[in-house]
């Protein structure tokens, strides 16, 4: 029997357990968990994100803040923002939300963001530590923390002996997938598009992590029998039989064909999609904690 991981369930455990420390932290040290969200331009998808992360962030009890940029938003004017909320002592978490307008250079802003600020686990400091298998004084980046989350689910928290496969080799995702995998003591291969047999590469897979964002594209001769296969990808697509100009979001796995061959496997949706927001929330009490110089609570 295939087991089918259900990420909206993990997340919202996660969200109870970040209730409860950021309710505490209130109550013990009289510290707020503050988060600001900020959002350039009118990418339909990329507001709707925005604002999940916003309502989310007021249900746990956060100060929660979003900062909503017209499109023609200056590099200069973005840059100004993250200064002002890196100076805000009563903020913890900045997530500035991508892709940016494709005017605006996102590296320089990413870096612009306190280290101990960067919720998304992105500036060079946070991925360091990541990378120098330092997993306790940084922040990491939302999704991969919370892909991991479910791949424990499955086979606990030391992976010895397993061979996991990364297709992908995002700085957002596939990278720290791979470091996190690692760090578990996970065999780890990191695969992307250039990556030659592709398909013989994931099906010696015992954890198979797909993030290529291309619709449907892992296979079930791509999964070993058994595996776990982790499905990043959200990809909307034509869905004619739901009506005409209907669609459906699909993930970067051919679900149906994949889930008769593997041992367990996330749904897209409701797989490591909500997770991504539980674990930014995860890290912004994080953040909120270390500011307050009290330990951090484990996610
Ligand atoms: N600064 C960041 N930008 C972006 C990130 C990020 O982690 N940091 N990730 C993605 C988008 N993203 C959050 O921002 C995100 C994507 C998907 C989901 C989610 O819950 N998906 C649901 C389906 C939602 C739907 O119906 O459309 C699911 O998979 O079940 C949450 C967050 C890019 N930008």
Redesign the pocket.
């Known amino acids: 029997m295939t087991t089918v991981i259900d990420?909206k369930q993990v997340a919202a455990s996660v969200i109870e357990a970040v209730k409860a420390k950021s309710a505490a932290l209130e109550a013990e040290a009289g510290v707020r968990t503050g988060l600001a969200v900020v959002i350039v331009g009118d990418d339909p998808?990329?507001h709707?994100?925005v604002g999940?992360?916003s309502r989310m962030a007021k249900e746990c009890g956060f100060k929660s803040v979003q900062h909503t940029l017209p499109e023609e938003t200056t590099q200069e004017e973005l840059a100004a923002l993250v200064e002002t909320l890196n100076a805000d002592p009563s903020i913890h978490g900045i997530?500035?939300?991508?892709?940016l307008p494709k005017h605006l250079k996102s590296e320089p802003i990413i870096q612009s963001i306190r280290p101990e600020k960067d919720v998304?686990g992105l500036h060079v400091v946070n991925a360091g530590k990541l990378a120098t298998g330092d997993l306790e004084t940084g922040l990491i980046?939302?999704?991969p923390a919370g892909a991991l989350i479910l791949v424990r689910t499955i086979h606990g928290a030391d992976l010895s002996g397993l061979n996991a496969v990364v297709v992908g080799r995002s700085n957002?995702f596939g990278k720290p997938m791979g470091q996190l995998l690692l760090a578990c003591n996970a065999t780890v291969t990191m695969a992307h598009s250039r990556t030659k047999d592709l398909a013989g590469i994931c099906r010696a897979a015992d954890i198979l992590v797909a993030a290529v964002g291309r619709a449907e594209m892992v296979k079930a001769d791509w999964v070993k029998p058994g595996a776990t296969v982790i499905d990043v990808g959200?990809n909307r697509v034509a869905a004619p039989e739901k009506g005409e100009g209907k669609t459906r979001?699909v993930g970067d796995v051919a679900y149906a064909e994949c889930a008769s061959v593997a041992g367990a496997i996330t749904p897209?949706?409701?797989?490591?999609?909500?997770m991504?927001?539980a674990m930014?929330m995860a890290n912004t009490v994080i953040a909120a904690h270390r500011a307050a110089g009290r330990p951090a609570p484990k996610f």
């Open positions: 990420g998808a990329s709707a994100y999940s992360k997530l500035v939300q991508l892709p998304d980046s939302c999704t957002l959200i979001l897209v949706p409701g797989g490591v999609g909500p991504t927001i930014l």
